[in-house]
Nanobody, 117 residues
């Protein structure tokens, strides 16, 4: 079993910053990709950022100027740094992991980010 636990979701004012964290535990030996998705109310879950375990990170083009992601393989943690947040960033943010070969996927329970004045 592999567990992903997110933290850091909060209510933040427009223009503010927030960092989300996710830690993987359990059977983590075959995890290769880790990243973040988000799902706004009534919308599909969409990719935000994805990283492989050799340091390559891909962030959705529309978010690259405001979001960044770091990964610590030794601690099996990832973080999502978000700045200049906008109301449209309001969503549940999910931590995601995928095994080598893509045969297994894992999701965290989600953490709520609300951007509002």
């Amino acid at each position: 079993q592999t567990q992903l636990v997110e933290s850091g979701g909060d209510l933040v004012q427009p223009g503010g910053s927030l960092t989300l964290s996710c830690v993987a535990s359990g059977d983590i030996s075959r995890i290769y990709f880790m990243g973040w998705y988000r799902q706004a109310p009534g919308q599909q879950r969409l990719s935000v950022a994805l990283s492989d375990d050799v340091g390559n990170t891909d962030i959705t083009d529309s978010l690259k100027d405001r979001f960044s992601m770091t990964r610590d393989n030794a601690k099996m943690t990832i973080s999502l740094q978000m700045k200049d947040l906008k109301p449209e960033d309001t969503a549940v943010y999910y931590c995601y992991a995928r095994s080598v070969g893509g045969s297994k996927e894992y999701w965290g329970q989600g953490t709520q980010v609300t951007v509002s004045s």
